[in-house]
């Protein structure tokens, strides 16, 4: 169940006055079943199962009450209808009360349970919010809308990363994989971004932000191996997005158009989304992911590529969670065809609208963390009113 902030949130208990009611009616049924049935079967010890329901989803203190109740109404019934004898009458007491205080303790530790649980998920919320910036966003020169969806719900973060900076050097976006999911991976990811954040705004060239990532990853491992934990390689694309000159008096067909630079380290290439529907992959050198730099031993920084955003475009990031969704044969999720088909919804809705299509064609079932970033360039502010 989720809240309106669109986290899970625990199942409510039900209302005093549903239970009030409910295991009023339930005794009256259960009497007036004793009573025409005309038997000598004890019917009323079904009311025992009553806090037990109750157990699973009601709080402590209707369940303490629910079982005072029953036990009450259960000793009423062998005053006034004695069994046989006084040693059965006092085992079915006996039992009775046994089996209440058993059904408030299970009802207990359930309710100490959800509420580990609810800590976990508040804690799990707050290092969500410090690893991944809200979305939408948007700067001078972009606006970046997307959803990020975590395999496990209730864990809130996974190992996709991404973030978006405003810096002197134009408007840097990330987005990344750490190999591998829990909360050492998040740990890789904490590191990539913290190192993004910094570098983002230090290095005029968006090469060295690249190596800055790179460093930070094999730090990350450094410590990793010192602690015989796991080292972790991080698949991620650095983007620069500048928006033109207002001076610029240059368009093509589709508007204005915005540069964008790259820097792809192992991660998929982006998409272009024209105005017209075309969708063409953005062809990025494939590179080595973070923290296999050292394998290539060549010295030579990673390739910075250059391609241009139509002013009406969009440009669709995204992770694996999307390109390896696969249908009951096996088969994986066409996203260039995805994306065509969604060519006209807009540009905020269709990282939503792309995920639904993705899991439909998987059945509803998710192998990984799911991200996609729509990227377009920023509205033209409005010209000042005219004096």
């Known amino acids: 169940m989720d809240g309106e902030d669109g986290q899970p949130t ?13 295991v009023l009616a339930a005794t009256v049924a259960v009497l007036l079943v004793q009573a025409v049935s005309g038997t000598s079967a004890r019917l009323v010890l079904l009311l025992v199962f009553l806090p037990a329901l109750l157990a699973g989803l009601g709080t402590v203190a209707q369940t303490v009450a629910a079982s005072v109740w029953v036990t009450a109404v259960v000793v009423a019934h062998s005053v006034l209808f004695p069994p046989g004898d006084l040693p059965a009458r006092l085992g079915t007491l006996l039992g009775v009360v046994a089996a209440e205080a058993a059904v408030i303790g299970l009802c207990a530790r359930r ?14 919320v707050a290092l969500q919010r410090q690893l991944l910036r809200p979305l939408p966003v948007t700067t001078p020169d972009v606006r970046l809308d997307g959803l990020y969806r975590p395999l496990e719900q209730d864990a809130m ?29 998040i740990g890789t990811g904490f590191a990539v971004l913290s190192a993004f954040r910094e570098a983002a705004f230090r290095e005029p060239r968006l090469t060295a932000v690249a190596d800055a990532l790179e460093a930070a990853v094999e730090r990350h491992n450094a410590y990793a191996e010192q602690s015989g934990e796991q080292e972790r390689f991080v698949t991620a694309t650095v ?19 915005t540069e964008v630079r790259a820097v792809n380290c192992g991660h998929l290439s982006p998409y272009l989304l024209r105005p017209d529907g075309r969708v063409e992959p953005v062809p990025l050198d494939a590179g080595l ?14 390739p910075e590529r250059r391609f ?7 440009l669709v990031l995204l992770t694996d969670g999307i390109t390896e969704a696969q249908d009951a ?14 060519a006209a919804v807009p540009a905020d809705a269709l990282p939503e609208a792309l995920d639904r299509r ?19 360039p920023a509205p033209e502010p409005p010209e000042p009113p005219a004096r």
């Open 329 to 342: 044969s096996g088969a994986f999720y066409p996203v260039e065809r995805g994306l065509a088909d969604l």
């Open 289 to 302: 992911p973070l923290g296999l730099a050292a394998l290539a031993a060549t010295g030579e920084p990673r």
């Open 308 to 314: 241009t955003l139509p002013g009406d475009g969009v």
């Open 10 to 22: 625990a199942p409510r208990a039900p209302g005093n006055r549903a239970v009030v009611l409910g």
């Open 239 to 257: 983007l620069c997005v500048r928006a033109p000159d207002s001076n610029d008096e240059s368009t093509d067909d589709e508007g204005r158009a």
């Open 157 to 185: 973060v996974g190992g996709d990363l991404y973030d978006v900076a405003e810096t002197p050097h134009g408007t840097r976006v990330l987005v990344g994989d750490v190999q591998g999911k829990g909360l050492l991976a």
């Open 358 to 376: 993705a899991r439909r064609w998987s059945g509803g079932s998710s192998r990984d963390d799911v991200t996609v970033l729509a990227l377009r």
């Open 111 to 124: 309710v100490r349970r959800e509420r580990q649980l609810s800590r976990m998920r508040q804690v799990a």
